[in-house]
């Protein structure tokens, strides 16, 4: 196998791994999933990342979820920091907000050795997109139509504009971190951002209709990264307080803390009978979901976005005709027949880093011959 000789673009908005809440936890797989198959993998990122095992950590100035700096100039330093650097890659992988790296190295360097990855379903794509990487087949067709992936949610979001074409690498989770557990305990979860988008009135609405136990797992209000997720924070705690079978699981936040938190969502996961997430949002692929599969959990969703091409009804979970409250209460009295082995087995088979790290390489290779897409 050649080795390659690969920069990876975080975001300047979380480390990677990050601290507490965000996806730059793929990142951050994928830097270790190339690094174990032997390529040199150099990431660019916010101060806290981890160093790549076969490669430097190199600073970009970091916004932590607010405004200032833009993430615009935090990504165009780079650029201009480290110009020259980023010329002798064998591939650059853009997993950047703005996409400004690809941009710049097509527009005023007549590079094509790049992929860029949308970053969720509101995304900035380079100018002009090409070799634009997306998380799956529904996300690919929401760029293609220029969607944020908040349409018929009753919520509002943002998109770039469309793109003419993508490719698709699952995003993929550590299975060997989120370890099968067979004999989970007698309660539901709920786990994911304190937003409306991500349905959490909804799993509320179903265990108290249904009187089950239900964990809400997430950030404390007081700790909350962004003035949203502790405004939602305080709307759940208003919702469930003086519940008898609802309550909330608090994850520790920081850096001190991160082993501390990794540990307790594991094992929450592990232990859950099931992973409600009822999103109302499009979403273009959800690492939870992966994440619960992987402990054996099986998860039920909407029929919304990515959820049918991650789960298998009836074998991982059950994705119900969005927005039927009816079909939720049913996959809820149905979990009971999916077999955990058969969550992990599709988790495994499907959706590791060390999959994602694979299909990545495919696309890499094909950059480097002088395959462009997207134009």
Same mark, same amino acid.
């Given at each position: 196998?050649?080795?390659?000789?690969?920069?990876?673009?975080?975001?300047?908005?979380?480390?990677?791994?990050?601290?507490?809440?965000?996806?730059?936890?793929?990142?951050?797989?994928?830097?270790?999933?190339?690094?174990?198959?032997?390529?040199?993998?150099?990431?660019?990122?916010?101060?806290?990342?981890?160093?790549?095992?076969?490669?430097?950590?190199?600073?970009?100035?970091?916004?932590?979820?607010?405004?200032?700096?833009?993430?615009?100039?935090?990504?165009?330093?780079?650029?201009?920091?480290?110009?020259?650097?980023?010329?002798?890659?064998? &591939?650059?992988? *853009?997993?950047?907000?703005?996409?400004?790296?690809? %941009?710049?190295? !097509?527009? $005023?360097?007549? @590079?094509?050795?790049?992929?860029?990855?949308?970053?969720?379903?509101?995304?900035?794509?380079?100018?002009?997109?090409?070799?634009?990487?997306?998380?799956?087949?529904?996300?690919?067709?929401?760029?293609?139509?220029?969607?944020?992936?908040?349409?018929?949610?009753?919520?509002?979001?943002?998109?770039?504009?469309?793109?003419?074409?993508?490719?698709?690498?699952?995003?993929? &989770?550590?299975? *060997?971190?989120?370890?099968?557990?067979?004999?989970? %305990?007698?309660? !539901?979860? $709920?786990?994911? @951002?304190?937003?409306?988008?991500?349905?959490?009135?909804?799993?509320?609405?179903?265990?108290?209709?249904?009187?089950?136990?239900?964990?809400?797992?997430?950030?404390?209000?007081?700790?909350?990264?962004?003035?949203?997720?502790?405004?939602?924070?305080?709307?759940?705690?208003?919702?469930?307080?003086?519940?008898?079978?609802?309550?909330?699981?608090?994850?520790?936040?920081?850096?001190?803390?991160?082993?501390?938190?990794?540990?307790?969502?594991?094992?929450?996961?592990?232990?859950?009978?099931?992973?409600?997430?009822?999103?109302?949002?499009?979403?273009?692929?959800?690492?939870?979901?992966?994440?619960?599969?992987?402990?054996?959990?099986?998860?039920?969703?909407?029929?919304?976005?990515?959820?049918?091409?991650?789960?298998?009804?009836?074998?991982?979970?059950?994705?119900?005709?969005?927005?039927?409250?009816?079909?939720?209460?049913?996959?809820?009295?149905?979990?009971?027949?999916?077999?955990?082995?058969?969550?992990?087995?599709?988790?495994?088979?499907?959706?590791?880093?060390?999959?994602?790290?694979?299909?990545?390489?495919?696309?890499?290779?094909?950059?480097?011959?002088?395959?462009?897409?997207?134009?």
């Amino acid at each position: 196998m050649e080795t390659l000789n690969i920069a990876v673009i975080g975001t300047s908005t979380y480390p990677c791994p990050p601290l507490g809440y965000g996806g730059e936890i793929f990142i951050h797989d994928l830097v270790v999933a190339l690094s174990k198959i032997g390529h040199h993998v150099d990431l660019y990122a916010t101060p806290l990342s981890q160093k790549p095992p076969n490669g430097e950590l190199y600073y970009m100035r970091c916004s932590y979820g607010s405004h200032i700096p833009w993430f615009f100039d935090c990504e165009q330093e780079i650029y201009d920091r480290y110009h020259k650097q980023l010329l002798k890659y064998d &591939v650059v992988s *853009d997993q950047s907000h703005c996409k400004r790296i690809a %941009e710049n190295l !097509y527009n $005023f360097d007549k @590079r094509t050795n790049c992929v860029s990855t949308l970053i969720g379903s509101t995304f900035s794509h380079p100018i002009p997109p090409y070799n634009v990487v997306v998380w799956s087949e529904a996300h690919r067709q929401m760029g293609i139509k220029g969607m944020s992936g908040y349409e018929d949610s009753g919520l509002s979001g943002e998109s770039s504009g469309a793109i003419k074409d993508a490719k698709i690498v699952h995003g993929g &989770v550590n299975t *060997d971190w989120f370890t099968f557990e067979p004999n989970p %305990e007698d309660y !539901y979860l $709920f786990f994911s @951002r304190l937003h409306p988008s991500k349905g959490y009135d909804i799993a509320v609405q179903l265990a108290r209709e249904m009187d089950f136990p239900l964990v809400i797992m997430g950030d404390l209000p007081k700790d909350a990264p962004t003035p949203d997720h502790a405004f939602y924070g305080k709307q759940v705690f208003q919702m469930i307080e003086g519940s008898r079978n609802i309550s909330f699981a608090a994850l520790p936040r920081g850096d001190i803390h991160l082993k501390e938190r990794n540990e307790l969502k594991r094992r929450v996961l592990q232990k859950a009978k099931a992973l409600l997430h009822p999103v109302r949002y499009i979403p273009c692929w959800d690492l939870v979901v992966t994440e619960a599969m992987s402990c054996g959990t099986p998860v039920i969703t909407f029929d919304r976005g990515a959820m049918p091409e991650q789960i298998l009804n009836g074998v991982n979970g059950f994705a119900v005709q969005y927005p039927s409250i009816e079909h939720l209460r049913k996959a809820v009295e149905a979990v009971e027949t999916i077999d955990r082995e058969d969550c992990r087995r599709v988790a495994v088979e499907k959706f590791s880093r060390e999959k994602m790290a694979e299909r990545y390489v495919e696309l890499y290779q094909e950059v480097m011959d002088g395959e462009i897409w997207g134009l």
